[in-house]
T-cell receptor, first 115, second 112 residues
Framework: GAVVSQHPSWVICKSGTSVKIECRSLDFQATTMFWYRQFPKQSLMLMAT?????????EQGVEKDKFLINHASLTLSTLTVTSAHPEDSSFYICSATQGLNEKLFFGSGTQLSVL | GENVGLHLPTLSVQEGDNSIINCAYSNSASDYFIWYKQESGKGPQFIID?????DKRQGQRVTVLLNKTVKHLSLQIAATQPGDSAVYFCAENYGANSKLTFGKGITLSVRP
């Protein structure tokens, strides 16, 4: 199946710093990428939908200035958690698809811990 | 919508037995359903999918059943193995936008 690479797999940062997470589709062009957040023992919650070359669409309650998403190419989307605080500590997961109603392929996730 | 409770329900099965994992989905207009497996610290892994024009689909050792009347989805795993231990999520999609809504998840624990 298609491969989605997410980097880093884990990151520890100090409160107030910004963290960038990368999501790459390695063997296909991803017109759409999605970013999810997952707290321990809970399900995946969609944060935003990212389409190549356009602004991301954020779900209700997700601060777009807090979670900056860039999808500058068909193989790369980035999520930047700005001015991270301990409550932003979570498992962040990206997924990518080649097109509408196509299968989604997930990255391996990034565990963010903010001290 | 999803239950965001603190503890996922757990299904414990004996190695070699068949497992049945159930999911109640939320949107009667959803037309595409997927089962994912998630191991600790990893992203979800695709298991099997089914579209709303079908009620059953089989894969290797897995079968998905869809009952649209009661908005129920199930995953059957034959001859459950220790490597099947993980959290299982159902997901639904409505419309051609690939935007998935995930269910709350169930932990499958396989006893050796």
């Amino acid at each position: 199946g298609a491969v989605v690479s997410q980097h880093p797999s884990w990151v520890i940062c100090k409160s107030g710093t910004s963290v960038k997470i990368e999501c790459r589709s390695l063997d296909f062009q991803a017109t759409t990428m999605f970013w999810y957040r997952q707290f321990p023992k809970q399900s995946l919650m969609l944060m935003a939908t990212s389409n190549e070359g356009s602004k991301a669409t954020y779900e209700q309650g997700v601060e777009k200035d807090k979670f900056l998403i860039n999808h500058a190419s068909l193989t790369l989307s980035t999520l930047t958690v700005t001015s991270a605080h301990p409550e932003d500590s979570s498992f962040y997961i990206c997924s990518a698809t080649q097109g509408l109603n196509e299968k989604l392929f997930f990255g391996s996730g990034t565990q963010l811990s903010v001290l | 919508g999803e239950n965001v409770g603190l503890h996922l329900p757990t299904l414990s099965v004996q190695e070699g037995d068949n497992s049945i994992i159930n999911c109640a989905y939320s949107n009667s207009a959803s037309d595409y359903f997927i089962w994912y497996k998630q191991e600790s610290g990893k992203g979800p892994q695709f298991i099997i999918d089914i579209r709303s024009n079908m009620d059953k689909r089989q894969g290797q050792r897995v079968t998905v059943l869809l009952n649209k009347t009661v908005k129920h989805l199930s995953l059957q795993i034959a001859a459950t193995q220790p490597g099947d231990s993980a959290v299982y999520f159902c997901a639904e999609n409505y419309g051609a936008n690939s935007k998935l809504t995930f269910g709350k998840g169930i932990t499958l624990s396989v006893r050796p």
